[in-house]
């Protein structure tokens, strides 16, 4: 049963333009969220988080949104760089039942053609 | 934030045998834990190791195939016992640092044949 779900398996945007990577979840008692990035060979790196008290965060050209009435939450990228061509990771996390477990999407892969 | 290694970055092994994964962080760190990452999947939780504690497994995974030991607050290591094809993945380790963003290592890219 897949909780975190990225339906978008690749995404191709113009530099400047804005990158928009959706993440859906079932599990309701998740109440933090978190975008990761991924180059080939490395590690995921940390992007932005959102806590479910909050339906918006903004961290330079990134913005996380979070609806939780659709159980949905989308990053938004403006504008987009070619170094931003990663694979883009959504996780949640129910803090209240399971501290720290993190739960991950399949992945976006990104691709910002110049 | 948090400076992570592994070791090995990658290994090719055969069907039968193990190999240890090391991980070792900068600093101090009470939860450690370690992903498993198959071909086209996500990332997906083996266990949480904490110092001085036996390691939490996650459903679907079991000691005697990933033994974990965690002898410090700075390093920890996974075995994949026993090896088949199906264990060909990406094995991560990623730390708490109480904020829940954890921090990822590079990877660990293994190929069993």
């Known amino acids: 049963d897949q909780q975190v779900k990225q339906n978008s398996p690749s995404l191709s945007v113009q530099e400047g333009r804005i990158s928009i990577l959706n993440c859906d979840y079932t599990n309701s008692m998740f109440d933090y969220f978190l975008w990761y990035k991924k180059y080939p060979a490395e590690g995921p790196t940390f992007l932005i988080s959102?806590?479910?008290?909050?339906d918006k965060n903004e961290d330079g050209r990134f913005t996380v949104f979070l609806n939780k009435s659709a159980k949905h939450l989308s990053l938004h990228i403006v504008p987009s760089q070619p170094g931003d061509s990663a694979v883009y990771f959504c996780a949640a996390s129910d803090r209240v039942r399971a501290t720290n477990k993190l739960i991950f999407g399949t992945g976006t892969l990104l691709a910002v053609q110049p | 934030s948090a400076v992570i290694s592994q070791k090995p970055s990658r290994d090719i092994c055969q069907r039968g045998t193990s190999l240890t994964i090391q991980c070792q962080v900068d600093?101090?760190?009470?939860?450690m834990f370690w992903y498993r990452q198959q071909p086209g999947q996500s990332l997906t939780l083996i266990a949480t190791?904490?110092?001085?504690?036996?390691?939490?497994?996650e459903s679907g995974f079991v000691i005697d195939k990933f033994p974990i030991s965690r002898p410090n607050l700075t390093f920890s290591t996974l075995t994949v016992s026993n090896m088949s094809p199906e264990d060909s993945s990406i094995y991560l380790c990623?730390?708490?640092?109480?904020?829940?963003?954890?921090?990822f290592g590079p990877g660990t890219r293994l190929t069993v044949l």
């Open positions: 600093s101090q760190v009470t939860m």
């Open positions: 959102i806590s479910s008290i909050k």
């Open positions: 190791a904490n110092q001085g504690s036996e390691a939490t497994y």
């Open positions: 990623s730390v708490d640092k109480g904020f829940l963003e954890q921090f």
